[in-house]
Protein backbone atom coordinates (compact mmCIF):
# COMPACT_ATOMS: atom_id res chain seq x y z
CA UNK A 1 0.00 0.00 0.00
CA UNK A 2 2.93 2.31 0.12
CA UNK A 3 2.17 4.01 -3.54
CA UNK A 4 -1.44 5.09 -1.85
CA UNK A 5 -2.21 8.14 -1.47
CA UNK A 6 -1.28 9.42 2.33
CA UNK A 7 -3.64 11.14 4.54
CA UNK A 8 -1.28 13.97 6.53
CA UNK A 9 -2.23 13.98 10.14
CA UNK A 10 -4.53 17.03 9.80
CA UNK A 11 -6.06 15.32 7.10
CA UNK A 12 -6.90 12.02 9.56
CA UNK A 13 -8.48 14.16 12.09
CA UNK A 14 -11.03 15.89 9.66
CA UNK A 15 -12.49 12.51 8.73
CA UNK A 16 -15.85 11.82 10.87
CA UNK A 17 -15.73 9.21 13.63
CA UNK A 18 -12.02 9.04 14.26
CA UNK A 19 -12.34 11.73 17.38
CA UNK A 20 -10.60 8.31 19.29
CA UNK A 21 -7.58 8.70 17.26
CA UNK A 22 -3.76 10.12 17.71
CA UNK A 23 -1.45 10.25 14.99
CA UNK A 24 2.30 9.00 17.04
CA UNK A 25 5.07 7.38 15.08
CA UNK A 26 4.14 4.83 13.31
CA UNK A 27 0.23 5.15 12.31
CA UNK A 28 -2.59 6.18 13.98
CA UNK A 29 -3.32 4.88 17.45
CA UNK A 30 -6.58 4.24 20.12
CA UNK A 31 -6.56 2.80 23.29
CA UNK A 32 -10.32 1.70 24.78
CA UNK A 33 -10.92 0.56 28.50
CA UNK A 34 -12.72 -2.25 28.89
CA UNK A 35 -14.12 -3.77 32.16
CA UNK A 36 -12.67 -7.10 32.17
CA UNK A 37 -10.17 -9.61 29.77
CA UNK A 38 -13.93 -11.19 28.84
CA UNK A 39 -15.13 -7.83 27.61
CA UNK A 40 -11.79 -6.61 25.85
CA UNK A 41 -11.57 -10.17 24.31
CA UNK A 42 -15.23 -9.08 23.09
CA UNK A 43 -13.41 -5.83 21.53
CA UNK A 44 -10.84 -7.55 19.66
CA UNK A 45 -13.03 -9.99 17.98
CA UNK A 46 -15.44 -7.35 16.21
CA UNK A 47 -12.17 -5.12 15.18
CA UNK A 48 -11.66 -8.60 13.32
CA UNK A 49 -15.03 -8.02 11.90
CA UNK A 50 -14.28 -4.59 11.18
CA UNK A 51 -10.54 -5.62 9.45
CA UNK A 52 -12.23 -8.28 7.21
CA UNK A 53 -15.00 -5.71 6.12
CA UNK A 54 -12.25 -2.68 5.62
CA UNK A 55 -9.43 -5.53 4.46
CA UNK A 56 -6.74 -4.31 6.01
CA UNK A 57 -5.57 -5.50 9.37
CA UNK A 58 -3.84 -3.57 12.48
CA UNK A 59 -1.28 -4.05 15.19
CA UNK A 60 -3.91 -4.82 18.46
CA UNK A 61 -2.24 -5.16 21.92
CA UNK A 62 -4.63 -7.13 24.33
CA UNK A 63 -4.51 -6.64 28.28
CA UNK A 64 -6.98 -7.81 30.99
CA UNK A 65 -8.73 -3.74 30.85
CA UNK A 66 -7.75 -2.48 27.43
CA UNK A 67 -7.15 -2.82 24.10
CA UNK A 68 -5.20 -0.80 22.21
CA UNK A 69 -4.58 -0.58 18.58
CA UNK A 70 -2.39 0.94 15.38
CA UNK A 71 -3.17 0.97 12.57
CA UNK A 72 -0.93 2.12 9.14
CA UNK A 73 -1.49 1.21 5.66
CA UNK A 74 2.33 2.42 4.63
CA UNK A 75 5.74 0.30 5.89
CA UNK A 76 6.58 3.67 6.90
CA UNK A 77 3.60 4.67 9.28
CA UNK A 78 2.12 6.82 6.66
CA UNK A 79 -1.64 6.52 6.81
CA UNK A 80 -4.13 6.38 3.73
CA UNK A 81 -7.89 6.60 3.73
CA UNK A 82 -7.89 2.62 4.53
CA UNK A 83 -6.73 3.63 7.75
CA UNK A 84 -9.39 6.58 8.46
CA UNK A 85 -12.32 3.59 7.14
CA UNK A 86 -10.53 1.15 10.15
CA UNK A 87 -10.66 3.95 12.45
CA UNK A 88 -13.83 4.34 12.07
CA UNK A 89 -15.50 0.98 12.08
CA UNK A 90 -13.25 0.42 15.58
CA UNK A 91 -14.56 2.98 17.16
CA UNK A 92 -17.93 2.32 16.17
CA UNK A 93 -17.51 -1.34 17.33
CA UNK A 94 -16.06 0.26 20.89
CA UNK A 95 -19.10 1.93 21.34
CA UNK A 96 -21.68 -0.66 20.53
CA UNK A 97 -19.80 -2.61 23.56
CA UNK A 98 -18.95 -0.16 25.94
CA UNK A 99 -15.66 0.38 25.59
CA UNK A 100 -14.24 4.11 26.88
CA UNK A 101 -11.92 5.56 24.78
CA UNK A 102 -8.59 6.93 26.33
CA UNK A 103 -6.17 8.61 24.42
CA UNK A 104 -3.83 9.71 27.44
CA UNK A 105 -2.53 6.17 27.64
CA UNK A 106 -1.08 6.40 24.31
CA UNK A 107 2.73 6.73 23.88
CA UNK A 108 5.11 5.08 21.35
CA UNK A 109 8.99 5.25 22.18
CA UNK A 110 12.26 5.15 19.94
CA UNK A 111 16.16 5.06 20.67
CA UNK A 112 17.63 7.54 19.01
CA UNK A 113 21.40 7.23 17.78
CA UNK A 114 23.83 9.36 16.81
CA UNK A 115 26.60 8.62 14.78
CA UNK A 116 29.83 10.79 13.43
CA UNK A 117 29.81 11.95 10.02
CA UNK A 118 30.76 9.00 7.08
CA UNK A 119 29.79 6.34 10.04
CA UNK A 120 27.10 3.94 9.48
CA UNK A 121 26.39 1.86 12.38
CA UNK A 122 22.59 1.10 11.43
CA UNK A 123 23.46 -2.45 10.76
CA UNK A 124 25.03 -2.92 14.02
CA UNK A 125 22.12 -2.00 15.88
CA UNK A 126 19.60 -3.82 12.98
CA UNK A 127 22.00 -7.39 13.85
CA UNK A 128 21.70 -6.71 17.19
CA UNK A 129 18.11 -5.92 17.90
CA UNK A 130 16.75 -8.38 14.81
CA UNK A 131 15.83 -5.23 13.02
CA UNK A 132 15.37 -4.77 9.27
CA UNK A 133 16.62 -1.43 7.86
CA UNK A 134 14.31 1.18 6.76
CA UNK A 135 14.53 4.02 4.41
CA UNK A 136 17.95 5.69 5.25
CA UNK A 137 17.87 6.19 8.71
CA UNK A 138 15.58 3.93 10.44
CA UNK A 139 15.58 0.01 11.31
CA UNK A 140 12.93 -1.68 12.86
CA UNK A 141 10.70 -4.74 14.53
CA UNK A 142 9.49 -6.75 11.40
CA UNK A 143 6.73 -7.30 14.02
CA UNK A 144 6.51 -3.88 15.64
CA UNK A 145 6.45 -4.27 18.54
CA UNK A 146 9.48 -2.79 19.54
CA UNK A 147 10.89 0.69 19.77
CA UNK A 148 12.49 1.61 16.33
CA UNK A 149 15.71 2.87 16.09
CA UNK A 150 16.66 6.38 14.01
CA UNK A 151 19.93 6.63 13.25
CA UNK A 152 21.28 10.51 12.89
CA UNK A 153 24.63 12.70 12.69
CA UNK A 154 25.95 14.02 16.12
CA UNK A 155 26.12 17.52 15.78
CA UNK A 156 28.75 19.03 16.51
CA UNK A 157 30.95 15.96 14.96
CA UNK A 158 32.53 14.34 18.28
CA UNK A 159 34.76 11.27 15.89
CA UNK A 160 34.13 7.73 18.14
CA UNK A 161 31.70 9.42 21.02
CA UNK A 162 28.67 7.64 19.27
CA UNK A 163 25.50 8.59 21.61
CA UNK A 164 21.70 7.67 22.33
CA UNK A 165 18.90 9.72 23.41
CA UNK A 166 15.14 8.49 24.09
CA UNK A 167 12.66 9.65 21.20
CA UNK A 168 8.86 9.68 22.69
CA UNK A 169 5.47 9.89 20.92
CA UNK A 170 2.49 11.33 22.66
CA UNK A 171 -0.69 12.84 21.52
CA UNK A 172 -0.49 16.89 20.82
CA UNK A 173 -3.70 17.34 23.49
CA UNK A 174 -1.57 15.47 25.97
CA UNK A 175 2.44 16.80 25.39
CA UNK A 176 2.53 19.66 27.68
CA UNK A 177 0.96 17.95 30.44
CA UNK A 178 3.80 15.19 29.92
CA UNK A 179 6.84 17.71 30.02
CA UNK A 180 5.64 19.59 32.89
CA UNK A 181 5.15 16.00 34.84
CA UNK A 182 8.94 15.54 33.25
CA UNK A 183 10.02 18.95 34.63
CA UNK A 184 8.30 18.66 38.00
CA UNK A 185 9.97 15.42 38.23
CA UNK A 186 13.58 17.28 38.40
CA UNK A 187 13.95 17.77 34.46
CA UNK A 188 15.17 20.37 32.49
CA UNK A 189 14.04 21.39 28.90
CA UNK A 190 17.40 21.99 27.02
CA UNK A 191 15.09 23.62 23.13
CA UNK A 192 11.84 23.22 22.63
CA UNK A 193 9.43 24.64 19.78
CA UNK A 194 6.24 24.80 21.33
CA UNK A 195 3.15 22.80 20.66
CA UNK A 196 5.51 20.25 18.36
CA UNK A 197 8.93 18.71 20.10
CA UNK A 198 10.43 19.67 23.62
CA UNK A 199 14.27 18.08 24.55
CA UNK A 200 14.56 17.37 27.71
CA UNK A 201 17.01 16.75 30.18
CA UNK A 202 17.08 14.54 33.46
CA UNK A 203 18.85 15.71 36.93
CA UNK A 204 21.34 13.72 35.39
CA UNK A 205 21.93 15.14 31.59
CA UNK A 206 20.15 11.84 29.89
CA UNK A 207 18.54 13.02 26.79
CA UNK A 208 14.26 12.43 25.92
CA UNK A 209 12.48 14.04 23.29
CA UNK A 210 8.65 14.69 23.81
CA UNK A 211 7.56 14.70 20.27
CA UNK A 212 3.83 15.84 19.45
CA UNK A 213 4.36 16.99 15.76
CA UNK A 214 3.22 13.85 14.32
CA UNK A 215 -0.61 14.45 15.41
CA UNK A 216 -0.44 17.45 13.76
CA UNK A 217 1.37 17.28 10.41
CA UNK A 218 -0.20 18.73 7.67
CA UNK A 219 2.71 18.06 5.07
CA UNK A 220 1.32 18.35 1.01
CA UNK A 221 3.63 16.25 -0.21
CA UNK A 222 5.18 12.69 1.78
CA UNK A 223 8.16 13.85 3.24
CA UNK A 224 9.66 10.36 3.72
CA UNK A 225 11.82 9.45 6.83
CA UNK A 226 9.31 7.21 8.94
CA UNK A 227 8.78 9.07 11.87
CA UNK A 228 11.76 10.75 12.17
CA UNK A 229 10.63 13.63 9.43
CA UNK A 230 10.68 16.60 12.00
CA UNK A 231 13.14 15.44 15.34
CA UNK A 232 15.63 17.60 16.18
CA UNK A 233 18.82 16.17 15.50
CA UNK A 234 20.15 16.31 19.12
CA UNK A 235 23.14 14.95 20.56
CA UNK A 236 21.59 12.54 23.04
Known sequence: MDDAPRLTAKRFHE?????????????AHAHFACESFAHAVELVSAIGAVATAVGHAPDVDLRPLGVTIR????????????????????????RRLGCRPDPSTLMV????????????????????MGYEPLGEEDAIDPQRRNPHVWLHELDPP????????????????????????????????VR?????????????????????????????????????????????
Open 15 to 27: MPGVEDWRVLFWG
Open 71 to 94: TATRRDGGLTLQDARLAQGISEAA
Open 109 to 128: TGIAVAQDRGADVRPFWAAV
Open 158 to 189: KPGRGRTHIDISVPADHAEARVAAAVAAGGRV
Open 192 to 236: HEAGRWWTLASPENHGVDIASWPDIEDFEEDPGGGPAEERPATSG
